[in-house]
């Protein structure tokens, strides 16, 4: 691993890149008055590090070739970018100084990190915290720090002092679990070239305002990640000062959000400022919102005049959530285009085009009229929806722990009320959603299971009724094509089982 300080020198100072086509390769090829044997080669010696001493005084001989950077550069791209790469670019910095300079940056561009290597490159990143030490020209090469595989390697303090030194490059930065907590928020907020931020692994609480107001100087931030770990909770003022007013400043960027943690229903009204930009936005592991809070909060952004909402992920864990308490999302959202939803929160009134309009009392009571009616009432939907793919999953939940009044996520639906491959089927033909074309859904729900002459017919229903689905949306997305002019979605039409 090219991670440490006396790797990268000795690589520095090692020859240039010299290609030389040896003379007897090409009497080996050419010969074909039979095989030559090995003492007829003539080898370099352990010795010789050039291939000609001409080469020393200035002379190039004539059948050697210099590659320019250009050229380096072109091949170097042929590395994937993976952490089994990181070995092949260390490998090809040790070749020669031109090697070094063009495969440097691509190998501190973005560092596997893992434990063993994690000392050697703290090490050369920022060699001492003395401030009259020399700062390594390395540190500015760093765009990508991923220290999601550390556990219990570094400390608290060490995090925050390497992203002081990286801050003027660092681009993404994904934290580690243990090692991360509110004195690392100071140099987090200077990194003003951070575009992906990624704390859902901290393991600390922290507080969301305080989170919010050392972020809102990070005008070029994309995508952010609240940490699983958050609450709503603000330190004693001797841990911090600011005003209500500054975790209200906008990120103008911000397209991408994560929403987790222990957040209460009033801490999703700290994140309206930032709704104006948001094209995705996912909320998952949040086990203090109720249906309401997530209500008022999407309701917020579908009116915000330059609403850009086109992907939308709600799953679990979220036990305040009933089995049908999601069924309004498409009514609030007609404009999405993605939506990625777990079943336990939806029933088969979610695809519907006719919604039922239950009457409640308790508002006619302190409205003081009468009810018009003693039953429920239809009407359909006023709209189609834009949604273009749609993705089911399941929670399998392990606790059986629910709020009181609730219907535990854990307790199966009735089958009447479980969304099936004929809802969504009945949903497209009579064009509330028109626009589907991909259907994708765990195996958790039990739709792919194979049916066979043992089978029984309602196993062999829904399995006819996939097929139904898979070949409608298939032949509307080919109409999109040869019909309207459309571009398609291709071979991910249809109806697919994801493992």
Known sequence: MALDVQSNWNAAMDKPSIIVANSFCSKLMNDTTGRRQPSDITLPSDGDDMPSKSLLSGATPPDSIHLPPEVLAQILSYIPTSPLSQSILYAASLVSRSWYAATVKRLYCRPHITGKNFKYFVNTVCPS??????????????????????????????????????????????????????????????????????????????????????????????????????????????????????????????????????????????????????????????????????????????????????????????????????????????????????????????????????????????????????????????????????????????????????????????????????DLFTAVAEGYLSNLRTVKVSDRLGWGAAADSSSSSSSQQRHEDMQDLHELLETLDREDVEEKGLEGVGDAAGLWVVH
């Open 129 to 422: 915290i003395n401030a009259h030490v020399r700062k390594s020209e390395l540190a500015d090469m760093v765009k990508t720090l991923d220290m999601r595989n550390l556990v219990h390697d570094g400390s608290k303090s060490l995090t925050a002092r390497l992203l002081s030194r990286l801050k003027r490059s660092l681009e993404e930065f994904m934290a580690p679990q243990s090692s991360f907590a509110v004195n690392c928020l100071a140099a987090l907020s200077k990194c003003h070239a951070l575009r992906h931020l990624d704390l859902s692994f901290v393991s600390e609480s922290i507080p969301l305002p305080t989170l919010l107001n050392s972020t809102r100087h990070l005008m070029n931030l994309e995508t952010l990640h609240i940490p699983r770990s958050s609450t709503s909770d603000t330190f004693s003022s001797r841990h911090h000062s600011f005003n209500q007013t500054d975790i209200t400043a906008p990120l103008p960027r911000l397209s991408n959000l994560h929403i987790s943690g222990g957040l209460k229903d009033t801490s999703l009204t700290d994140f309206k400022p930032v709704i104006d930009t948001l094209t995705h936005l996912t909320i998952s592991n949040s086990t203090n919102l109720t249906e309401e809070s997530i209500f008022s909060f999407l309701t917020h952004i579908s009116e915000t005049p330059a609403n850009r909402l086109t992907y939308l992920k709600i799953t679990y864990q979220m036990p305040r959530l009933n089995h049908h308490a999601l069924d309004w999302i498409l009514d609030v959202l007609p404009n999405l285009h993605h939506l990625f939803i777990a079943t336990d929160f939806i029933s088969s009134e979610f695809a519907s085009s006719r919604i039922v309009v239950v009457l409640d009392d308790d508002l006619h009571q302190q409205q003081n009229t009468p009810p018009t009616s003693t039953t429920p009432s239809q009407k359909r939907r006023s709209h189609p929806c834009s949604l273009q793919t749609l993705e089911l999953d399941k929670w399998q939940a392990e606790s059986k722990s629910t709020a009181p009044g609730r219907l535990p996520p854990w307790q199966p639906q009735q089958p009447s009320f479980r969304l099936t491959a004929n």
